[in-house]
């Protein structure tokens, strides 16, 4: 059965950084994309960074050189570190994975931006 941990959220000020970690159980993490995405209340789910299987990366604008992406093979986690952090950051942040024939998601993990 493939699961999918996040944990890692929590409550910071506005300019503090946090690390969101993703932890993927079952082999679906050497064969699939990995991707952040985040929803506020409200509001629709939307992509924050993918990591695909050769390492290449991609961002949302509004998170480009604030967040970075990556993943560790080794222990079948994907990251998510999130620096200069805005008030407009905060939302639930769910992890999810795509290998070729299926898509999965993490339960969510809930980050807060004080102002």
């Known amino acids: 059965q493939v699961q999918l941990v996040e944990s890692g959220g929590g409550l910071v000020q506005a300019g503090g950084s946090l690390r969101l970690s993703c932890a993927a159980s079952g082999s679906i993490f050497s064969s699939s994309i990995m991707g952040w995405y985040r929803q506020a209340p409200g509001k629709p789910r939307d992509l924050v960074a993918t990591i695909w299987i050769g390492g290449g990366t991609n961002y949302a604008d509004s998170v480009k050189g604030r967040f970075t992406i990556s993943r560790d093979k080794a222990k079948n986690t994907v990251y998510l570190q999130m620096d200069s952090l805005k008030p407009e950051d905060t939302a639930v942040y769910y992890c999810?994975?795509?290998?070729?024939?299926?898509?999965?998601w993490g339960q969510g993990t809930q980050v807060t931006v004080s102002s």
């Open positions: 999810n994975a795509k290998p070729i024939t299926a898509e999965y």
